[in-house]
């Protein structure tokens, strides 16, 4: 039933274990502390927290740089906890709820409301699906936000057919991780860039050809590319353009603010002439994609790879592991 502690209103509530933060910084800024337990209302549906799993995002949330990660809270963070990738178990259901009852075993980004390095979290119905019941909590959590990405910018946007060449860009990361393997399994020859120690990381996920980005800069050689899914963007739009075969595609995920400044508001002009996009890819979080990607994972056409697992109170080290660039494909925090 939990633990009953008097609360910040001064009326009893239930307390969990929560790793909270209040000012942005580094991973020194969190602690494990006992918060109220949150309460569903509306749409939402209150979950217990088995695995949650680290992305880019978290980081970036955390220490409120690049700049968009302030949406919401330009001064003090806008959430106390942070955490989207989730997988658990429904505890309750808010009024609104009609898909998800108590005991269903459930999965999400929960990019809308975060609150996932906790022990139970509140998440919008929408953001939801049922977890496969042969895939484990961690494999479920390595799933949501990284593997929706790949697939919005691989299939569903970047529509990769056979033969074409595709360069992902930071794809030793989460999000790389599944681009590249998508990316293969449409049939395209696949290029991925990123630091030295992940590139045979990078080739073990079926990428053709590595780059070295610190030794390599991919807009400045010979190759044009078809499409290029860039996950950490610091170039500018001109450069990206360069890059591109006729016809080709190119989305920015997530980088620099100048960058995405300059896709935004330069990107729609400069490819028309050669017949080349430069794009923001904006994700769309939904269950649809969660389960074509679970699907897939179930299948084993594809594999979240999870590279390192931790404890609650080892979120702290997990966020670290990630911000240094330690991370090859996902970090999930076994909570239960
Ligand atoms: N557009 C949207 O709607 C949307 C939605 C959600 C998330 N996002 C964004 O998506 C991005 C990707 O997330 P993720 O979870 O895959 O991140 P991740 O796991 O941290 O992976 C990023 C990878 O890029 C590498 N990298 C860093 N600098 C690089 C460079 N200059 N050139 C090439 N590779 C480089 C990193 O390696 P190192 O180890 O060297 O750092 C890392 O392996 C994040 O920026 C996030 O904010 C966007």
Redesign the pocket.
């Known amino acids: 039933m939990g633990v009953w502690a008097r609360g910040r209103r001064g009326r009893y509530c239930r307390v969990m274990k929560a790793v909270v933060y209040g000012r942005y910084g580094s991973a020194e800024v969190l602690r494990l502390d006992d918060v109220e337990r949150p309460c569903p209302r509306g749409d939402q549906v209150l979950i217990k927290v088995h695995s949650v799993s680290v992305?880019?995002?978290d980081?970036?949330t955390l220490r409120g740089k690049p700049l968009y990660a302030r949406i919401g809270g330009p001064v003090r963070p806008r959430f106390r906890i942070l955490g989207s990738d989730i997988a658990g178990r429904v505890e309750a259901i808010g009024p609104g709820v009609t898909r998800f009852r108590p005991g269903d075993e459930v999965f999400g980004d929960n990019?809308a409301l975060m609150g996932g390095f906790a022990e139970y979290v509140c998440a919008r119905e929408k953001a939801l699906a049922v977890k496969p019941a042969s895939m484990s909590f961690d494999e479920a959590a390595a799933i949501p936000?990284?593997g929706v990405?790949a697939l919005q910018g691989i299939r569903r946007r970047g529509r990769v057919q056979p033969g074409q060449q595709v360069l992902v860009?930071?794809a030793?990361?989460?999000?790389?991780m599944f681009a590249v393997q998508l990316a293969k399994l449409a049939g395209a020859h696949v290029t991925g860039?990123?630091?030295a120690g992940?590139l045979d990381f990078v080739r073990s996920l079926g990428a053709d050809r590595v780059v070295d980005?610190s030794g390599t800069d991919f807009t400045r050689t010979r190759e044009h590319y078809d499409l290029v899914l860039d996950?950490?963007a610091?170039r500018s739009a001109f450069a990206y353009r360069r890059a591109l075969a006729a016809n080709g595609r190119y989305f920015y995920?997530?980088?620099s603010v100048p960058t995405l400044l300059q896709v935004l508001l330069v990107g729609p002009l400069i490819g028309r002439t050669a017949d080349k996009r430069v794009r923001?890819?904006?994700?769309q979080p939904n269950p649809r994609d969660l389960v074509a990607v679970a699907e897939l994972c179930q299948a084993g056409t594809i594999v979240p790879v999870i590279d390192r697992r931790f404890s609650l109170s080892e979120v702290p080290d997990a966020l670290r592991y990630?911000g240094e660039?330690?991370?090859k494909g996902k970090l999930v925090i076994t909570v239960d």
Not at 280 to 283: G, I, Q, T
Request: net charge neutral; hydrophobic share 45%; charged share 10%.
């Open positions: 992305n880019a995002s980081w970036e990019l936000q990284a990405i860009n930071g030793g990361g989460g999000a790389g860039v990123d630091n992940k980005y996950l950490a610091h995920v997530g980088g923001l890819l904006v994700v990630l660039g330690r991370a």
